[in-house]
């Protein structure tokens, strides 16, 4: 059983369309995130959500929203996409936001932006 | 704000030698955890192993240990009798209790040599 899936794993699109990436957690976690990996492999949280709703938003474009339907989706919409949105997307979730916490990722959405 | 430094980009060891991977952090919170987290090529985040940031003593998981040294920030990760199946990009990360969120370092890709 897939702890956390994320689907598609690779999306190629064209510069200005709209995208989503879906994530779901099976493991009846209260907590869910979303990090981008660049081209250089650095990681960095977007967004974190705590039972549906938002409390870490790390200063991403408006053009990014996400949207937590309940505890165990958390999905990402990304309107107007360019070309520095290329990227891996990865969700991760946990039991809740204490901070010790292990974090569960997904497999990770690899973007590709033409 | 926390920063996670790791300053070797690659590293390389030969198989069932020891390795050593470095990490520095900066923080001005009190109460905060370290992490080592595992990317192999398939992408999956793997926590390695944790630490408590108040705890003296170094967590030690099978092979893996660290090395914490609270007063210089460091926070190193030392991998015993390495396997050809630890060859990975190694991240290092800090989280304090703002959220859950992880604070990722640059990474080192780490080669097994048979």
């Known amino acids: 059983d897939t702890a956390v899936s994320q689907t598609p794993k690779y999306l190629v699109t064209q510069m200005g369309n709209d995208k989503s990436i879906k994530c779901e957690q099976n493991?009846?976690?209260?907590?869910m995130y979303w990090y981008k990996q660049d081209s250089k492999k650095f990681l960095k949280i977007m967004f974190s959500?705590?039972?549906?709703?938002?409390?870490i938003n790390e200063t991403v474009p408006n053009r990014f929203s996400p949207k937590s339907p309940d505890k165990a989706h958390l999905n990402l919409h990304i309107n107007s996409l360019e070309l520095g949105d290329s990227a891996v997307y990865f969700c991760?979730?946990?039991?809740?936001?204490?901070?010790?916490?292990?974090?569960?990722f997904g497999p990770g959405t690899r973007l590709t932006v033409l | 704000a926390q920063t996670v430094t790791q300053s070797q980009p690659e590293m390389s060891v030969q198989e069932a030698e020891t390795v050593t991977l470095s990490c520095t952090y900066d923080?001005?919170?009190?109460?905060?955890?370290l992490f080592w987290y595992k990317q192999p090529p398939s992408r999956q985040m793997i926590l390695v192993i944790r630490?408590?940031?108040?705890?003296?003593q170094n967590a030690t998981e099978n092979r893996f240990s660290v090395n914490f040294q609270k007063a210089a920030k460091s926070f190193s990760l030392k991998i015993s009798d390495s396997q050809l199946g630890d060859a990975a990009m190694y991240f290092c990360?800090?989280?304090?209790?703002?959220?859950?969120?992880?604070?990722f370092g640059q990474g080192t890709e780490l080669s097994v040599k048979p």
């Open positions: 990360a800090s989280s304090y209790n703002q959220g859950g969120k992880l604070i």
């Open positions: 630490q408590e940031a108040y705890k003296q």
């Open positions: 991760a979730s946990s039991q809740d936001v204490v901070a010790y916490n292990e974090q569960f």
């Open positions: 959500y705590n039972n549906k709703e938002l409390i």
């Open positions: 923080t001005s919170e009190s109460d905060y955890y």
């Open positions: 493991l009846g976690h209260d907590t």
